[in-house]
């Protein structure tokens, strides 16, 4: 089958409304603040798996999700798009979907993660903020949160448009630094959905709740927007931030690889 590129947000969303939870990022990313920067392609003539490259960031990102059942499809959609995958790339992908770019493309670093979804808001809203105090960020705060950052998280993907749509939240300490903050890498109430990222802590206050003040107040903040898709990713071996999670009313709802692929 032939690789055909996809340009209706509707049939886009129908595809990924079967499986919310798999595809919380691509519903995000019909939004119309990220839309124009999404490229989505398929094979003719099925109603397989979609995968997504998306332009913004030091190098573009290529989404592509599927069930174990239709990993074969997804393997296959990669295939074909050998022609057109930019020369480097990150790419998120289940199963063992990469493997079929690996005689076009070498992989400098590979990660498990996995992605949780809110399946218990009630925990989320019954979360104690402890010594903390969140309040929500805007691009205002821009230059506070690129430093923090540095300090707590250097190398993170972070997109500084999404401090304008107001689901970002940090606390501060008696000095009034910014010392930890939550935000969203996609957040589309139209969808309503939203992927929760960028969550970091200065290292001195590491431990001490301020991460988890400021996810459960970005989680009480969606759900007055009316958006109760919520989902975010995580290191699979990481088990202090999954448990975390897990207390805020996440739950593991699928598997995937990160890769940074470059061109032979």
């Known amino acids: 089958m032939s690789l055909i590129s996809l340009h209706d947000k509707a049939a886009l969303a129908a595809r990924f409304e079967r499986d919310p939870a798999l595809h919380l990022m691509e519903l995000g990313d019909l939004d119309d603040l990220l839309w124009p920067h999404t490229t989505w392609y398929a094979l003719a003539g099925g109603d397989g798996p979609v995968a997504l490259v998306y332009g913004v960031g030091e190098i573009p990102t290529v989404l592509g999700f599927a069930r174990p ?9 990669l295939r074909a798009m050998l022609p057109v995958l930019p020369r480097r790339f990150l790419a998120h992908l289940t199963g063992g979907a990469g493997e079929v770019l690996s005689a076009a493309y070498t992989v ?3 990660d ?3 992605r949780m979804t809110l399946t218990d808001p009630d925990a989320a809203a019954a979360h104690p903020r402890g010594e903390w105090l969140p309040r929500t960020l805007d691009a205002g705060d821009l230059a506070e949160v690129l430093a923090l950052f540095a300090a707590a998280y250097p190398g993170n993907w972070f997109d500084e448009r999404m401090l304008a749509t107001g689901r970002y939240t940090g606390v501060r300490d008696a000095d009034g630094v910014l010392t930890a903050v939550a935000g969203v890498h996609v957040y589309s109430p139209g969808h309503r959905v939203a992927v929760i990222g960028n969550v970091a802590t200065l290292p001195s206050a590491r431990g001490r709740g301020a991460a988890g003040a400021c996810v459960a107040q970005l989680c009480r903040l969606l759900r007055e927007d009316g ?3 919520v989902g975010l990713n995580v290191h699979a071996d990481h088990a202090t931030a999954r448990g975390l999670y897990e207390r ?3 739950t593991v709802s699928a598997a995937f690889e990160e890769a940074v692929f470059s061109a032979r």
Do not use: Q
Not at 69 to 77: H, K, M, N, V
């Open 69 to 77: 059942s239709r990993a074969g499809a997804l393997e296959e959609l």
């Open 112 to 114: 498990a993660l996995v």
């Open 227 to 229: 958006v109760d898709r």
């Open 248 to 250: 805020l009313g996440f």
């Open 108 to 110: 400098e670093h590979r």
